[in-house]
């Protein structure tokens, strides 16, 4: 008589559908769940931040030895909920249960914080080159940097997972971290969020100043400097500029009702603007979730079915028209 006893074997596929009976169970109480499709591309990720975010976790050996089987998590859809808050990540990987897990990240230090800024001080000319990575590559060298940089060493994380695994780094954590390069391709500005820093702090007010007082060749005026300015009226022009914004308020534009164009930004701001979760949004298009993932980490412009375009095109001139 054996005394050993083996839980019968579930495949990928089984342990996915009953994860997913617990999500939607969950998703049916309130919950606000946010899980990662399954893909099968050979990266992780696509784009500068969530490829740079990989290349650090991959270079500590600490990690090297639960990475891979995390990748293949991340990969077939176990992690079926990963949110991200100012220093700390919760998330829920299924594995032989529905693990649950948090990963807390140090703040940034203030003063390397600084030194960044310092660093990036007019040299990046808007949040949205910021953010899709089109900036010299002096800067990409100042942000990813391996000591210096926004991303986090080991002993700034700490993991904290439910399973049974004894290791530090058990493979649900692994699957998460990975989890955040995906969301990294699409959101970049919740790796400032995750490490309690403010992205908008890179962009320099000398920048704006700049913009408004040098001159261009194709004027046929000449345009005085900011230094200029302030020695013909005796102020100086940056606390006057700040103050003015602050004193007199902008004049309301009239209201601007854009028309839908089938991108992935596009889609992404119209879900947004609706406040719904991939999964409902896919439900109000009569769609898949995996579909609307998809969308919204497409290069280029969309080739959609008539149906799904259709569908698209009614629900933004219903919303902006609202």
């Avoid at 990240?105 to 899709?132: A, F, H, V, Y």
């Avoid at 290791?167 to 692994?174: I, L, R, Y």
């Avoid at 007199?248 to 603007?273: E, G, N, Y």
């Avoid at 896919?282 to 259709?310: D, F, I, Y």
Wanted: aromatic fraction near 8%; charged fraction near 25%; proline fraction near 6%.
């Amino acid at each position: 008589m054996s005394w050993y006893h083996y839980n019968d074997y579930e495949s990928v596929a089984q342990r996915r559908a009953k994860a997913q009976k617990k999500v939607e169970k969950l998703r049916n109480a309130g919950e606000q769940i946010e899980p990662i499709a399954p893909f099968t591309t050979r990266g992780i990720a696509k784009t500068f931040w969530g490829k740079a975010w990989c290349r650090h976790l991959e270079q500590f050996s600490d990690y090297e030895n639960r990475l891979p089987r995390g990748r293949s998590y991340v990969r077939n859809g176990s992690v079926c909920h990963l949110g991200i808050e100012p220093e700390k990540v919760h998330a829920m990987v299924s594995g032989s249960s529905m693990y649950e897990l948090t990963i807390h990240m140090d703040e940034l230090c203030p003063e390397k914080w600084s030194t960044i800024k310092n660093e990036c001080r007019g040299k990046i000319g808007s949040l949205i080159d910021l953010l899709q990575g089109k900036f010299p590559s002096e800067i990409m060298q100042i942000v990813t940097h391996p000591l210096n940089g926004l991303f986090p060493h080991p002993k700034e994380i700490r993991f904290n997972c439910n399973c049974p695994d004894w290791a530090d780094m058990c493979k649900h954590v692994a699957a998460a971290m990975y989890g955040i390069a995906v969301r990294l391709d699409t959101q970049p500005e919740l790796l400032f969020k995750l490490r309690g820093v403010n992205h908008e702090e890179l962009i320099s007010v000398d920048t704006a100043v700049a913009d408004l007082t040098s001159g261009s060749r194709s004027r046929r005026r000449r345009t005085l400097g900011s230094d200029a300015i302030g020695d013909v009226f005796g102020i100086d022009l940056d606390q006057e500029l700040s103050a003015a914004a602050e004193e007199i308020p902008s004049p309301t534009p009239p209201p601007v009702r854009p028309t839908f164009k089938p991108t992935a930004k596009s889609v992404r701001a119209l879900r947004d603007h609706l406040g719904l979760s991939r999964a409902e949004f896919a439900l109000e298009l009569g769609v898949s979730a995996p579909s609307v993932a998809k969308w919204e980490t497409t290069c280029g412009r969309l080739n959609l079915q008539t149906r799904s375009h259709q569908k698209l095109s009614e629900l933004h001139q219903k919303t902006y028209s609202a």
